[in-house]
């Protein structure tokens, strides 16, 4: 018998794991002072009342033996399906199949699994910093080479620095799988229509498949971001896109999300879509009853009005922590079309030393942004997500304490 042994290989602890035993530890020696967590991207809102009406339905029906219902459609119920392509495709001019949508538990769940259909060969390229989901999973499947000098030799890292905006350059060598994450985790930054298109020009060319992870777009406030790279002319022969509730509408604990594989994307003569509804259907057996409808829920009139004052909500909390951070004298990005603001740390200093300082000095609990990959060491993350008292409080403790 022989263990996976590209789980030796990788860091012990998942990054929200460490913060979080970090941040227990410091609460269980100082159980008299307030921490303020703005670390992982959780929300607090409560669900959205008509989700809960809809789900409180569905339990009711789940009782009656005549409604009662066992295992969901796999992929998800049509009506599910039909609410999500209405309101989030055909809405933007994207026209999709019903049957290139797959509902799941969530797009980390989806962005994990993904890499089951594509070959361990393939070279894979990712944003740094970028979201551990990507690099973990591609360890696990033994994707990713070796760590060496706090990278993986078989990943392709594409620097999002200050000094190009925090967007990934095209890299010179060619590349199969490219994640991209926008508006990004963890930068906050987001992509425009015409940078888009380029690197779907680019996929297209080199027989690449872009995974593309636009968990956040509720957040995207201005005209020329695509909330959806099938935007873009031509992403449906290359991109797969990850969506989410989460974010959205609060379902980080419901757990709900979706995937698309349009039946456009081909390679080696093989149709992406029928390999990943293959997957799903033997290691997933879909979403339940209850969180299929609150998740309907959230395209009714009233469910939409209810989620855009929610994401108003942590709007309005992104640019209290922009603004407070920025009147003190830090540089800060993101924010503007992102629940996350990615901030430079002070003096040069090490994020987990940054990460460590704001936790014993003032109480505010963050994400080092070397967590994300080396580009974001000497920065740091902070979330959106919390109420909007503890992100008035926290940035009150921050100005307090740096800006002197
Ligand atoms: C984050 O903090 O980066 C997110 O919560 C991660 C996730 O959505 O899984």
Redesign the pocket.
Known sequence: MKINENFLKIQSSYL?SNIAKKVNAYVKENPERTVIRLG???VTRPLAPAVIKAMEKAVSEMADEKTFRGYPPEYGHDWLLTAINTNDYLSRGVKLDNSEIFVSDG??SDCGNIGDIFSVDNKVAVCDPV?P?YVDTNVMSGRAGDFESNSWTNIVYMPCTEENGFLPEIPKEKVDIIYLCFPN??TGMAITKDELKKWVDYANANDSVILYDS?YEAYITEDNVPHSIYEIEGAKTCAIEFRSF??TAGF?GVRCGYTVVPHELVRGNVEINALWARRQATKFNGVSYITQRGAEACFTEEGKKQIREIIAYYQKNARTIYEGLKDCGFTVYGAKNSPYVWLKTPEKMRSWDFFDLLLNEIQVVG?PGQGFGPSGEGYFRL?AFGSAENTDKAVARIKEYFCK
């Open positions: 929200f992982i991207g959780d797009a980390k979201y989901v985790n963890p968990a989460s974010k980080t994400t979330t």
